[in-house]
């Protein structure tokens, strides 16, 4: 089994949609979780820590839920510019979900 | 620029040969770490340091793999014998470890090539 594991994707959606990620991971014993964003040639950039009551960031909503080991990412009425992948990280060790490839469509 | 600093950012080199990868990560920061990235893949983790100790080296890293941090700063991960297998992009990132979510922040990369 995978360190951590993410929702296969692609997701397509239309400008304005909500859209959600999950990501599951296998060590219990993990403290910290974070997404990142990855755009098409570039280097992973933090989106956002995620912390155990949940935590908004503008249209983005993190949440955990130690019990079943999963964290997820919402991110309501979408832009085009939220096109890119998205990464959930999993530390110790900073281990890396393999990315959900986001695209919005006008 | 006080971001994550990789040279060289692009490497062409023949199979056989080897190769070598310097990070510079954000000054102050106590972790860094490396992984390896292909095309439509997420990062995979390579190793880690704290401060100049590495910690952890993933198990699928052949021996053909190592990195130092000989003084706790900057870092350098070689690759022997190169195959083509290895082409990818080389990431490093750090991060501070101190009581709050290591954040980590990344370089933009060693792009390599083996023919």
């Known amino acids: 089994r995978k360190e951590v594991e993410q929702d296969p994707g692609p997701f397509n959606v239309p400008e304005g949609a909500t859209v959600a990620f999950n990501c599951t991971y296998s060590n219990s014993a993990s403290q910290s979780f974070f997404w990142y964003r990855q755009d098409c040639r570039k280097e992973p950039k933090l989106l956002m820590s995620v912390y155990s009551s949940g935590n908004e960031d503008g249209r983005f909503t993190a949440q955990l839920n130690r019990a079943s080991q999963y964290i997820s990412l919402l991110i309501r009425d979408s832009k085009l510019s939220d096109s890119a992948t998205y990464l959930c990280?999993?530390?110790?060790?900073?281990?890396f979900g393999a990315g959900t490839r986001l695209t919005v469509k006008p | 620029d006080t971001g994550v600093s990789q040279n060289p950012r692009h490497k062409i080199t023949k199979r056989g040969q080897n190769v070598t990868f310097r990070c510079d990560p954000i000054?102050?920061?106590?972790?860094l770490y490396w992984y390896r990235q292909t095309l439509g893949q997420g990062p995979e983790f390579l190793t880690y340091f704290q401060n100049e100790a590495q910690l952890e080296k993933s198990r699928l890293l052949s021996d053909r793999f190592s990195a130092e941090r000989p003084k706790g700063s900057f870092s350098t991960l070689e690759i022997q014998r190169t195959e083509q297998g290895d082409s990818a992009m080389y990431l490093c990132?750090?991060?501070?470890?101190?009581?709050?979510?290591?954040?980590?922040?990344f370089g933009q990369g060693t792009r390599l090539t083996v023919v």
């Open positions: 000054s102050e920061h106590n972790r």
């Open positions: 990132a750090s991060s501070l470890d101190r009581g709050r979510p290591p954040e980590a922040f």
């Open positions: 990280v999993v530390s110790a060790g900073m281990r």
